[in-house]
């Protein structure tokens, strides 16, 4: 199945922070297999700057694997996304281990989030650090990933209620990230798509103050004829958790395979 794709997004520096320490990037490519996407979001940590260092520095470092490195693994004769899993366990590990020994040289502690999603032909990879987001979208809203976070746990454990946990005050705390451990664990998931489907990657501040009816109902790939559609939307609700309170910086971009 060859797909194209229509892809947009919106960051916003919230209604209290002076520096928006979000990073993204979305990268389209036409190969043998038709067009191939890339989306990655990364929400930096650290004081002044440092989170936007590390965010951005990742960023980079996926740009550069998707437009020198994948071209080359998009050829070998038996490809699939096992490929493209080794491929990104290298680059994760590598940029993890400058972030955190730059942080040990300045004697500084730094760190980013890290959601990636490619999408080859009917099939797609992402890749999580931290508690950024990815969900498909079709017939209902799905969340791909899994919050690596202290109140995630809490609730897989039952201790705590989803509910609650939106209000907990360790809901900021993270068990891993990119950078600040020497020693990481990527998770990963994989998949197909269908021939209407969405994808949604966030920071975790577009989610906070916004359910999931409210998400779909602006997002549904039925809802979407075109980019303008997807910016639309995101802009919308982004101005809504705005609006609610929400004090992080807010990042969302959105990819619908056609």
């Not at 797909?3 to 997004?9: G, I, K």
């Not at 980013?112 to 950024?132: H, M, P």
């Not at 802009?235 to 959105?254: M, Q, W």
Request: hydrophobic share 40%; charged share 25%; aromatic share 6%.
């Amino acid at each position: 199945m060859y797909v194209n794709f229509l892809t947009a997004s919106h960051t916003d520096v919230g209604i209290r922070k002076k520096t928006n320490q979000d990073s993204m990037c979305i990268k389209v490519a036409e190969t043998k297999f038709g067009q191939v996407c890339m989306v990655v979001v990364c929400d930096g940590m650290g004081g002044l700057q440092k989170g936007e260092l590390a965010s951005a520095t990742v960023i980079r470092a996926f740009s550069r694997w998707f437009n020198e490195d994948l071209p080359r693994l998009l050829q070998v004769r038996d490809f699939g996304m096992s490929i493209i899993k080794n491929a990104w366990e290298t680059l994760i590990n590598k940029q993890n281990e400058l972030v955190y020994r730059y942080g040990i040289n300045e004697n500084i502690q730094l760190g980013t989030t890290l959601t990636a999603l490619l999408i080859v032909n009917d099939a797609y990879l992402t890749a999580q650090l931290g508690d950024s987001r990815a969900y498909k979208i079709d017939k209902e809203l799905v969340q791909l990933t899994k919050d690596q976070s202290v109140v995630a746990r809490e609730v897989s454990l039952g201790h705590i209620t989803e509910e609650q946990a939106k209000k907990d005050s360790r809901r900021n705390v993270l068990l891993q990230c990119l950078g600040a451990a020497k020693n990481i664990r990527t998770e990963y998931t994989s998949g197909k798509i269908g021939r209407n489907t969405c994808f949604l990657l966030c920071s975790d501040g577009f989610v906070h103050e916004l359910d999931k009816k409210e998400i779909y109902g602006l997002l549904s790939p039925n809802l979407i004829k075109n980019e303008q559609d997807i910016k639309n939307a995101l802009t919308g609700l982004v101005d809504l958790n705005k609006k609610r309170g929400e004090t992080d910086n807010i990042t969302a971009l959105c990819v619908k395979a056609v």
